[in-house]
């Protein structure tokens, strides 16, 4: 399949993709991927495709709503998940993999289920275990490029606001990417291919980004909370499959 037969699904998807994300400031890849793979696109290509897509929507969310980051909050998650990372990659070589996803999903959807039927968790206020979630999130991406997770579950206990948990995400997310872009590069991922479908998809990524934050504005922060723990739980299920 040639760049142009495969413009419209991939701008289809990417477009959704950026949209989920602007709106939550999760789940761009939790959608790409499985359907950008569905639609026939090489793994090869869809990787640092959604890799090129979440550092422009970083950018984008931070360029507005820089002020809203907890910068000391995500200054030790990105640091402590540096640290993880190493631990990820030796993990790979040992732990089944399946079985790690597993126990994840598992975790990510009684903590979902938890948090939609019963009282909320205790509220996280002790900035150490910002490392705690940090250095979990650098063995999942080193082992199984699942960081997301964690940060998730981090942000929603500390109870930040709609705005704050938004940009906070993307305040972590942005570094990553550019060490994810760098490795891609190194790796000889960004062909001319992916650059093309990219350049073409780039308008309406900016569209999705510019939708998802007028959507963002308009959820109020409890119908948000609890929008956040439902896909949570849908990622849950996503990774025991």
């Not at 063995?139 to 705005?163: F, Q």
């Amino acid at each position: 399949m040639n760049p142009i037969q495969q413009l419209v699904p991939v701008v289809t998807i990417l477009f959704i993709s950026t949209l989920t994300r602007s709106t939550l400031g999760f789940g761009d890849a939790l959608i790409a991927m499985p359907l950008l793979v569905l639609a026939t696109i090489d793994v090869k290509i869809a990787t640092p495709l959604v890799a090129l897509m979440g550092f422009t929507i970083s950018i984008a969310i931070l360029a507005q709503n820089w002020r809203d980051v907890d910068i000391k909050a995500a200054w030790r998650l990105i640091v402590s998940s540096l640290i993880g990372i190493p631990v990820g990659i030796w993990l790979l070589r040992d732990a089944p993999e399946q079985i790690i996803k597993a126990i994840l999903g598992i975790i990510l959807i009684l903590f979902g289920l938890y948090n939609l039927i019963t009282p909320r968790l205790p509220t996280l206020r002790e900035q150490w275990s910002a490392y705690i979630f940090g250095f979990i999130s650098g063995i999942l991406g080193g082992a199984y490029n699942t960081n997301g997770p964690p940060i998730i579950v981090y942000s929603a206990l500390r109870r930040w606001p709609p705005e704050r948990f938004r940009a906070t995400m993307q305040g972590y997310f942005f570094p990553s990417g550019i060490l994810l872009l760098m490795g891609h590069g190194l790796a000889g991922s960004l062909t001319r291919q992916v650059l093309t479908l990219y350049t073409y998809a780039l308008p309406f990524l900016f569209l999705a980004i510019f939708l998802g934050g007028k959507l963002h504005k308009k959820i109020p922060r409890a119908r948000f909370e609890r929008y956040v723990h439902i896909f949570l739980v849908l990622i849950g299920a996503y990774l025991l499959l």
